[in-house]
């Protein structure tokens, strides 16, 4: 599946006072590294992200792509990882410049300032994928039972790329939701994964910014364990993008404000071009 780094070198133990049957005990947990990660194309810095440690060259590739200043991976001559950054040679030189003009900036839901593509220029997804209902489940089964950080802390989002008949291909944990896709469409883009052979699991909402890479990168179907956004549904229903929320199978644990609630009965609301996801 994927190369992420160990998952002790993604957390670090604390020391806190936990309540627990009424009482305060000491306790020591995990929480997740954060840790700022400068890109620089051309020798000209780029961007600085905040993200879990893992999966940089991915990343990185998966950033540039679906941000636009790649069109594909062929466009790289190297990329050179040092400890908190990454030096990317593009063979087009004047590309990053052109591209940093003809874009805009913008706060994102994750908090940070972000270039991002023009959603005019996306095109219709083409692809035959169809996949049954149990798949979707399964998948998004093992997106759980795989991702450890998020089992252990619940501090990142996990998401995954899987066959049509729900063999992960990839799965990446990272603090940013917009994080875990760059890392999977960078992954696909380096071992040239067809991205319209395979559909998206994920634990972060799609808002627009994230349907507009999912869009960007091919992907026919994604489904998510959360919510979804007017203008995400937009953009997916024009890219011809399969979107389904809040899918949750039986057994499921769904964390609340106040307590750990357990899923009896599985569901999913299919939004946009439901025709791709059959019942068995």
Excluded: W
Aim: charged letters at 25%.
């Amino acid at each position: 599946m994927n190369s992420q780094t160990a998952v002790k070198d993604r957390l670090k133990p604390i020391k806190c006072r936990k309540l627990a049957g009424g009482n305060f005990t000491d306790a020591e947990i995990n929480v997740v590294i954060e840790k700022e990660f400068l890109i620089h194309v051309n020798g000209q810095h780029l961007v600085t992200a905040s993200i879990t440690p893992g999966m940089e060259k991915e990343f990185t590739v998966g950033y540039l792509f679906g941000q636009g200043f790649i069109d594909n991976i062929n466009e790289i001559d190297s990329i050179n990882l040092e400890r908190n950054a990454a030096k990317v040679e593009l063979k087009t030189h004047g590309k990053v410049p052109e591209r940093l003009d003809n874009t805009g900036y913008r706060i994102v839901s994750g908090g940070g300032k972000t270039v991002y593509f023009d959603k005019a220029a996306l095109l219709e997804i083409s692809s035959g994928l169809k996949t049954g209902k149990s798949n979707i489940f399964r998948a998004m089964n093992t997106l759980f039972e795989t991702s450890a950080i998020y089992g252990d802390t619940e501090g990142v989002h996990a998401a995954g790329l899987f066959t049509s008949e729900a063999t992960a291909v990839c799965i990446t944990e990272d603090i940013g939701r917009h994080n875990t896709l760059d890392k999977l469409i960078g992954y696909a883009l380096i071992n040239r994964v067809d991205c319209r052979d395979v559909f998206l699991v994920s634990t972060g909402r799609m808002a627009s910014e994230m349907v507009t890479k999912i869009c960007r990168a091919g992907i026919p179907i994604a489904a998510t364990k959360t919510a979804v956004t007017d203008a995400g549904l937009d953009i997916g229903d024009k890219c011809d993008l399969t979107i389904a929320g809040f899918v949750r199978d039986a057994g499921n644990k769904i964390n609340t404000d106040m307590e750990v609630r357990t899923v009896k009965e599985a569901g999913m609301k299919i939004y946009t071009h439901p025709e791709r996801i059959t019942d068995d």
